[in-house]
């Protein structure tokens, strides 16, 4: 919901760009790779250090409801949600759905 913390998902350093206020970024201590928060707001500058599930990055902003996490490795996009990649936080609240749909293919013949 709009409000929520956003907490970091590496250790490193953060980088805030002019054209992109509700974006946080944070260079990974291994130089590689970059995690991109969307849609929140700043709680942190450029060049601070983070935690890893420890320092807040920013708070989800409305009207969104939720933070669009990217991530750059070696210049390129990939899944952050792909086998291997984050890990489970310790979080214990429950998440909620608003609402959502179901999309089928039908096929046709």
Sequence with gaps: ????????????????????PETVSVVADDGHTELQYWHIE??????????????VVGHVLAPWEHVHLAEVRDGRYVNPLRAGALRPTSERSRSRVSSGAIRTREKVT
């Design 42 to 55: 700043p709680a942190v500058h450029t060049g601070q250090r983070v935690t890893a599930y420890r320092t």
């Design 1 to 20: 919901p709009n409000g929520t913390p956003v907490y970091a998902t590496v250790d490193g350093r953060v980088v805030r760009e002019s054209f992109r």
